[in-house]
């Protein structure tokens, strides 16, 4: 089982759509959870960090549910822009300070 | 703005050349990474290094070497490379701790012929 799962898509949506990714993780010591965007080419980039109470950043939701040991990012009105590949990530847990799991990404295409 | 730079964008080797990657960050992080994509594979870890002269093995550690003789620096080393070493690499530093973010160089894309 991967340490970190997420459906690869791709997930093809219209303009102005609502989507939504899921991703589960297999440790239970994970103690910080984020998205990254990485767009074609280019390095992954921080996206948003997701909390336990669940964030929002403008058109961007994240949702942490330890028990389930899974995580969602909801992306409102999409937009042309938002083309990329989305990757979940988890630390490593206790002991392995800094060091992060990445999922293999899920990849979102918006068309006109 | 936190920078990572890599020595090279693009690079073409031929089998058996002993290849060099660099990577250097300007925030004072503690921890380095050396990554490799491939596509349907997701970025794999390689080596890491929490500080000067440390280092420790990742998921995929075989054919590579690292070293970090100063905290800003960690070079990736090919031995002798292959053509199964065809790969994005990406370096990544951040500070030691939990709940840190990773910062990421823009890539070294190599193909070894």
């Known amino acids: 089982r991967k340490e970190v799962e997420q459906d690869p898509g791709p997930f093809n949506v219209p303009e102005g759509a609502t989507v939504a990714f899921n991703c589960t993780y297999s440790?239970?010591?994970?103690?910080?959870f984020f998205w990254y965007r990485q767009d074609c080419r280019k390095e992954p980039k921080l996206l948003m960090s997701?909390?336990?109470s669940g964030n929002e950043d403008g058109r961007f939701t994240a949702q942490l549910n330890r028990a389930s040991q899974y995580i969602s990012l909801l992306i409102r009105d999409s937009k042309l822009s938002d083309s990329a590949t989305y990757l979940c990530?988890?630390?490593?847990?206790?002991?392995?300070?800094?060091?992060?799991?990445f999922g293999q990404g899920t990849t979102l295409q918006v068309k006109p | 703005d936190v920078k990572v730079t890599q020595s090279s964008r693009y690079l073409v080797k031929r089998t058996g050349e002993k290849v060099f990657l660099e990577c250097v960050q300007d925030?004072?992080?503690?921890?380095m990474f050396w990554y490799r994509q491939d596509p349907g594979l997701g970025l794999r870890l390689i080596y890491f290094?929490?500080?000067?002269?440390?280092?420790e093995k990742g998921d995929i550690p075989e054919g590579y070497s690292v070293s970090r003789e100063k905290k800003e620096r960690f070079s990736l080393i090919l031995e002798s490379a292959s053509t199964n070493q065809t790969s994005m690499y990406l370096c990544?530093?951040?500070?030691?701790?939990?709940?840190?973010?990773?910062?990421f160089g823009p890539g070294t894309r190599l193909t070894v012929l």
């Open positions: 290094s929490y500080d000067v002269k440390m280092k």
């Open positions: 440790n239970s010591a994970s103690q910080s």
């Open positions: 997701v909390y336990s």
């Open positions: 990530v988890v630390n490593a847990g206790p002991g392995n300070t800094g060091k992060l799991i």
């Open positions: 990544a530093s951040n500070y030691i701790g939990s709940y840190n973010e990773q910062f």
């Open positions: 925030m004072d992080h503690e921890n």
